[in-house]
């Protein structure tokens, strides 16, 4: 069974940091591109972060550049997103995704809500 569970979201004033963690299993972690996405209330979801489960190569939206950092432990199966410097527009709820590089297999992980307060 596919699971990507996220983890570590919460309440923090601005300025502050949060890390995310996406745990998966279920299927080949070296064969998926990891990442985050977030959607705040009213607005559409989008893209944050992603890293390359084969190189480690990590992708940035503008929005979060030098402020977020994306990783991944592979002995754990797992992606982590250290937020600094958060802002309030960084309020969302934040979802991990797993991309095949061999399929068109999607998955996502359920949400964990980030609320930063300025």
């Known amino acids: 069974e596919v699971q990507l569970q996220a983890s570590g979201g919460g309440f923090v004033q601005a300025g502050g940091s949060l890390r995310l963690s996406c745990a998966v299993s279920?299927?080949?972690?070296?064969?998926?591109?990891i990442g985050w996405f977030r959607q705040a209330p009213g607005k559409e979801r989008e893209g944050v972060s992603c890293?390359?489960?084969?190189?480690?190569?990590?992708y940035y939206a503008d929005s979060v550049k030098g402020r977020f950092t994306i990783s991944s432990d592979h002995a754990k199966n797992t992606v982590y997103l250290q937020m600094n410097s958060l802002k309030p527009e960084d309020t969302a709820v934040y979802y991990c995704?797993?991309?095949?590089?061999?399929?068109?297999?999607?998955?996502w992980g359920q949400g964990t809500l980030v609320t930063v307060s300025s």
């Open positions: 890293i390359s489960s084969s190189d480690d190569s990590p």
């Open positions: 279920g299927f080949t972690f070296d064969d998926y591109a």
């Open positions: 995704n797993a991309d095949s590089y061999f399929s068109r297999a999607t998955y």
